[in-house]
């Protein structure tokens, strides 16, 4: 029998450290916490502008539309919101390039609190003047 067809029994230990934990490099985690970033950032913006911006809005039958009911207001929101996702999303590319590096914790943190502003970003585009629903 050959035992150069045989799986080694070190291969499964390909990338592994004395300790255990797994043996990516910091840069390798940091270019990864700034993809998904990135991509988080540029769906979020997608969405936003896509999808939440030209939704019809949902206002009383009313002339002069009362406050709030204009793609005007939407548009407002949307440019508040898209600014606030590019803040999120500068801060989590700097704590993931400098202190995320060691501390792996705060890259996670920034990363949670980059997606939990893009779905509520999104969530307060969409609701700004209201949205109709179809059934």
């Known amino acids: 029998m050959c035992e150069c067809l045989l799986p080694s029994p070190l291969s499964s230990l390909r990338g592994m450290t004395v300790d255990g934990t797994s043996a990516v490099t910091p840069d390798t985690r940091a270019r990864r916490a700034v ?10 913006c997608a969405a936003i ?24 207001d939407r ?7 898209t600014i606030v996702v590019a803040v999120s999303y500068a801060l989590t590319v700097v704590i993931a390039l400098t202190l995320g590096r060691r501390r792996r914790w705060l890259t996670r943190a920034a990363m949670s609190a980059l997606v939990v502003v893009a779905v509520v970003g999104f969530g ?10 179809s059934y």
């Open 35 to 44: 993809t998904l970033a990135t991509v988080v950032s540029i769906a979020t």
């Open 49 to 72: 502008w896509w999808l939440a911006v030209p939704m019809e809005a949902v206002c009383p039958a009313v002339y002069p539309a009362p406050g709030g009911c204009t793609a005007a």
């Open 75 to 81: 548009q407002s929101a949307g440019v508040t919101w």
């Open 124 to 133: 307060a585009v969409q609701g700004s003047t209201g949205f109709v629903v």
